[in-house]
Protein backbone atom coordinates (compact mmCIF):
# COMPACT_ATOMS: atom_id res chain seq x y z
CA UNK A 1 0.00 0.00 0.00
CA UNK A 2 0.59 3.63 -0.14
CA UNK A 3 3.09 4.78 2.85
CA UNK A 4 5.75 7.30 3.19
CA UNK A 5 9.05 7.48 5.24
CA UNK A 6 10.71 10.15 6.82
CA UNK A 7 13.70 10.86 9.10
CA UNK A 8 12.45 9.24 12.54
CA UNK A 9 13.30 10.47 15.52
CA UNK A 10 14.80 13.57 16.63
CA UNK A 11 17.40 15.99 14.48
CA UNK A 12 19.54 18.29 16.43
CA UNK A 13 21.63 21.21 15.07
CA UNK A 14 23.51 24.36 15.84
CA UNK A 15 21.99 27.59 14.24
CA UNK A 16 22.90 28.34 11.26
CA UNK A 17 24.13 24.93 10.22
CA UNK A 18 21.98 23.43 7.03
CA UNK A 19 18.61 21.71 7.16
CA UNK A 20 18.00 18.08 5.48
CA UNK A 21 14.99 16.26 6.66
CA UNK A 22 14.07 12.90 4.63
CA UNK A 23 11.14 12.23 3.17
CA UNK A 24 10.62 9.00 0.58
CA UNK A 25 7.32 7.95 -0.18
CA UNK A 26 5.89 4.71 -1.95
CA UNK A 27 2.45 5.03 -4.67
CA UNK A 28 1.17 2.95 -7.67
CA UNK A 29 -0.65 6.78 -8.32
CA UNK A 30 1.00 7.90 -11.08
CA UNK A 31 0.42 11.55 -9.66
CA UNK A 32 1.00 11.93 -6.05
CA UNK A 33 0.57 15.23 -3.76
CA UNK A 34 3.63 15.65 -1.32
CA UNK A 35 3.27 17.83 1.24
CA UNK A 36 5.07 18.99 4.38
CA UNK A 37 3.79 20.57 7.59
CA UNK A 38 5.14 21.65 10.40
CA UNK A 39 3.60 21.70 14.35
CA UNK A 40 5.08 24.48 16.65
CA UNK A 41 4.95 23.52 20.54
CA UNK A 42 1.52 23.53 21.79
CA UNK A 43 0.18 24.29 18.13
CA UNK A 44 -1.84 22.72 15.58
CA UNK A 45 0.09 21.65 12.18
CA UNK A 46 0.30 23.89 9.15
CA UNK A 47 0.86 23.63 5.30
CA UNK A 48 4.88 24.46 5.06
CA UNK A 49 5.15 23.58 1.41
CA UNK A 50 3.55 21.19 -1.09
CA UNK A 51 3.95 20.31 -4.84
CA UNK A 52 2.56 17.88 -7.34
CA UNK A 53 5.63 18.64 -10.04
CA UNK A 54 8.42 16.43 -11.09
CA UNK A 55 11.58 18.34 -10.68
CA UNK A 56 10.75 21.65 -9.46
CA UNK A 57 11.78 23.57 -6.77
CA UNK A 58 9.10 24.70 -4.72
CA UNK A 59 9.75 27.20 -1.81
CA UNK A 60 8.19 28.77 1.29
CA UNK A 61 9.73 30.52 4.80
CA UNK A 62 13.58 29.91 3.91
CA UNK A 63 12.45 25.96 3.39
CA UNK A 64 12.38 24.30 -0.23
CA UNK A 65 12.01 20.93 -1.50
CA UNK A 66 11.88 19.70 -4.76
CA UNK A 67 9.49 16.35 -5.59
CA UNK A 68 11.94 13.57 -7.42
CA UNK A 69 9.17 11.15 -8.71
CA UNK A 70 12.39 8.76 -10.19
CA UNK A 71 13.61 8.23 -6.47
CA UNK A 72 9.84 8.66 -4.99
CA UNK A 73 11.58 11.38 -2.18
CA UNK A 74 10.48 15.33 -1.04
CA UNK A 75 13.22 15.93 1.03
CA UNK A 76 13.27 19.39 3.01
CA UNK A 77 15.60 21.63 2.73
CA UNK A 78 17.06 25.02 4.40
CA UNK A 79 20.48 26.39 4.05
CA UNK A 80 20.70 28.26 7.39
CA UNK A 81 18.68 27.10 10.62
CA UNK A 82 17.16 29.06 12.63
CA UNK A 83 15.72 28.52 16.95
CA UNK A 84 12.66 29.09 15.32
CA UNK A 85 12.76 26.11 13.38
CA UNK A 86 12.12 24.30 16.20
CA UNK A 87 9.12 21.91 15.57
CA UNK A 88 7.75 18.90 14.65
CA UNK A 89 7.62 18.42 10.89
CA UNK A 90 5.57 15.67 9.00
CA UNK A 91 5.76 14.77 5.00
CA UNK A 92 2.88 13.96 3.95
CA UNK A 93 1.27 12.07 0.53
CA UNK A 94 -2.01 12.54 -0.98
CA UNK A 95 -2.79 9.63 -3.78
CA UNK A 96 -6.46 9.40 -3.42
CA UNK A 97 -5.97 9.56 0.37
CA UNK A 98 -4.01 11.07 3.13
CA UNK A 99 -0.92 9.71 4.53
CA UNK A 100 1.07 11.27 7.17
CA UNK A 101 4.70 10.19 7.89
CA UNK A 102 5.63 9.54 11.36
CA UNK A 103 7.51 13.17 11.91
CA UNK A 104 10.71 14.58 12.48
CA UNK A 105 11.40 16.63 15.51
CA UNK A 106 13.84 19.16 14.96
CA UNK A 107 15.92 21.05 17.84
CA UNK A 108 17.97 23.81 16.87
CA UNK A 109 20.12 24.71 19.78
CA UNK A 110 22.10 28.13 19.73
CA UNK B 1 -13.37 32.33 4.57
CA UNK B 2 -13.20 28.71 5.96
CA UNK B 3 -12.98 28.32 10.38
CA UNK B 4 -13.04 25.31 11.87
CA UNK B 5 -13.57 24.99 15.67
CA UNK B 6 -13.75 22.31 17.96
CA UNK B 7 -14.98 21.82 21.53
CA UNK B 8 -14.35 21.73 24.31
CA UNK B 9 -10.96 22.98 24.31
CA UNK B 10 -9.72 20.63 26.99
CA UNK B 11 -11.56 17.95 29.06
CA UNK B 12 -10.73 15.79 32.28
CA UNK B 13 -12.11 12.89 32.16
CA UNK B 14 -12.58 9.49 34.01
CA UNK B 15 -11.31 6.06 32.92
CA UNK B 16 -14.63 4.13 31.89
CA UNK B 17 -16.68 7.52 31.11
CA UNK B 18 -17.72 8.36 27.55
CA UNK B 19 -16.14 11.30 25.33
CA UNK B 20 -17.66 13.04 22.49
CA UNK B 21 -15.97 15.58 20.54
CA UNK B 22 -16.86 18.28 17.61
CA UNK B 23 -15.32 19.81 15.24
CA UNK B 24 -17.69 22.53 12.99
CA UNK B 25 -16.37 23.73 9.83
CA UNK B 26 -17.90 26.99 8.39
CA UNK B 27 -17.59 28.40 4.48
CA UNK B 28 -16.57 25.21 3.36
CA UNK B 29 -18.98 23.42 1.59
CA UNK B 30 -18.57 19.89 1.30
CA UNK B 31 -15.44 18.75 2.80
CA UNK B 32 -13.07 16.28 3.49
CA UNK B 33 -13.30 15.60 7.13
CA UNK B 34 -10.38 13.95 8.99
CA UNK B 35 -9.28 13.31 12.93
CA UNK B 36 -6.12 12.99 14.37
CA UNK B 37 -5.02 12.22 17.26
CA UNK B 38 -1.50 12.90 18.95
CA UNK B 39 -0.33 11.48 22.23
CA UNK B 40 1.91 13.90 24.22
CA UNK B 41 4.90 14.30 23.00
CA UNK B 42 3.98 12.11 19.98
CA UNK B 43 3.57 12.22 16.58
CA UNK B 44 -0.32 12.42 14.44
CA UNK B 45 -1.84 9.48 13.94
CA UNK B 46 -5.54 9.84 11.82
CA UNK B 47 -8.18 7.99 13.02
CA UNK B 48 -11.37 8.47 10.42
CA UNK B 49 -11.85 10.48 7.48
CA UNK B 50 -15.41 11.45 5.89
CA UNK B 51 -16.14 12.40 2.13
CA UNK B 52 -19.54 12.99 2.69
CA UNK B 53 -22.34 12.79 5.40
CA UNK B 54 -23.19 9.69 6.54
CA UNK B 55 -20.13 8.27 5.40
CA UNK B 56 -16.60 7.31 7.95
CA UNK B 57 -13.69 5.32 7.04
CA UNK B 58 -11.77 3.95 10.27
CA UNK B 59 -8.18 4.44 10.08
CA UNK B 60 -6.90 3.55 13.43
CA UNK B 61 -9.92 3.02 15.88
CA UNK B 62 -8.27 2.86 19.02
CA UNK B 63 -11.79 1.85 20.82
CA UNK B 64 -13.40 5.40 19.39
CA UNK B 65 -15.88 5.90 16.62
CA UNK B 66 -16.92 8.49 14.56
CA UNK B 67 -19.99 10.15 12.49
CA UNK B 68 -20.72 12.78 10.56
CA UNK B 69 -24.03 14.16 11.45
CA UNK B 70 -24.49 17.07 9.13
CA UNK B 71 -22.09 18.41 6.13
CA UNK B 72 -20.17 20.40 8.20
CA UNK B 73 -19.86 18.59 11.57
CA UNK B 74 -17.70 15.79 12.97
CA UNK B 75 -18.14 13.83 16.22
CA UNK B 76 -15.88 11.99 17.86
CA UNK B 77 -16.68 9.39 20.78
CA UNK B 78 -16.32 6.26 22.64
CA UNK B 79 -18.39 4.88 25.61
CA UNK B 80 -15.67 3.89 27.39
CA UNK B 81 -12.21 5.96 27.85
CA UNK B 82 -9.42 4.29 28.51
CA UNK B 83 -6.05 5.71 29.35
CA UNK B 84 -4.65 5.48 26.47
CA UNK B 85 -7.11 7.87 24.96
CA UNK B 86 -5.17 11.03 26.60
CA UNK B 87 -3.74 13.25 24.15
CA UNK B 88 -4.46 16.01 21.73
CA UNK B 89 -7.33 15.38 19.04
CA UNK B 90 -7.24 17.67 15.73
CA UNK B 91 -9.97 17.85 13.67
CA UNK B 92 -8.93 19.06 9.94
CA UNK B 93 -10.78 19.64 6.17
CA UNK B 94 -9.55 18.91 3.27
CA UNK B 95 -8.98 21.31 0.07
CA UNK B 96 -7.80 21.36 -3.45
CA UNK B 97 -7.29 18.21 -5.16
CA UNK B 98 -4.76 17.27 -3.33
CA UNK B 99 -6.77 17.37 -0.21
CA UNK B 100 -4.63 19.89 1.49
CA UNK B 101 -5.05 19.69 5.55
CA UNK B 102 -6.18 22.75 7.43
CA UNK B 103 -6.17 21.75 11.18
CA UNK B 104 -8.63 22.86 14.05
CA UNK B 105 -7.49 24.35 17.28
CA UNK B 106 -7.83 21.00 18.79
CA UNK B 107 -8.67 19.69 22.21
CA UNK B 108 -6.45 18.30 24.55
CA UNK B 109 -7.79 15.34 26.77
CA UNK B 110 -6.37 14.20 29.84
CA UNK B 111 -7.96 10.51 31.16
CA UNK B 112 -7.49 9.76 34.87
Known amino acids: GDSVTQTEGLVTLTEGLPVMLNCTYQ???????LFWYVQHLNESPRLLLK?????KRTEHQGFHATLHKSSSSFHLQKSSAQLSDSALYYCALYAYKVIFGKGTHLHVLP | AQTIHQWPVAEIKAVGSPLSLGCTIK??????LYWYWQATGGTLQQLFY??????VESVVQLNLSASRPKDDQFILSTEKLLLSHSGFYLC???????????FGPGTRLTVL
Open chain 2, 27 to 32: GKSSPN
Open chain 2, 92 to 102: AWGSGTGDEQY
Open chain 1, 51 to 55: SFTDN
Open chain 2, 50 to 55: SITVGQ
Open chain 1, 27 to 33: TIYSNPF
